[in-house]
Nanobody
Framework: QVQLVESGGGLAQPGGSLRLSCAAS????????MGWYRQAPGKQRDLVAR???????NYADSVKGRFTISRDNAKNTVYLQMNSLKLEDTAVYYC?????????WGQGTQVTVSS
């Protein structure tokens, strides 16, 4: 059974930092790409960053240079380091894995950027 469990969200000030974690289980983690998405109120869920099983990463233009996605295959965990946070980064952040042709999502973690 595939499970994705996010943690690390919270409240940050503009210019601050947060680190999200996603612990994965139920599938061979080191063979699958992983992604982080976010959804703000009233908006669609958008890709933030994605990392291949080999460690290659790509980012949404809005977060390039500020966010870093990484993975620890020994811990079955993917991370999202978020620096220089902006008000518009406020959203629920979801971990994603497409495993055996099925999209799996975590429960989401709230990130609020506010002064």
């Amino acid at each position: 059974q595939v499970q994705l469990v996010e943690s690390g969200g919270g409240l940050a000030q503009p210019g601050g930092s947060l680190r999200l974690s996603c612990a994965a289980s139920g599938f061979p983690f080191n063979t699958y790409a992983m992604g982080w998405y976010r959804q703000a109120p009233g908006k669609q869920r958008d890709l933030v960053a994605r990392i291949s099983n080999g460690g290659s990463a790509n980012y949404a233009d809005s977060v390039k240079g500020r966010f870093t996605i990484s993975r620890d295959n020994a811990k079955n965990t993917v991370y999202l380091q978020m620096n220089s946070l902006k008000l518009e980064d406020t959203a629920v952040y979801y971990c994603n894995a497409a495993v055996w042709a099925t999209n799996y999502w975590g429960q989401g973690t709230q990130v609020t950027v506010s002064s």
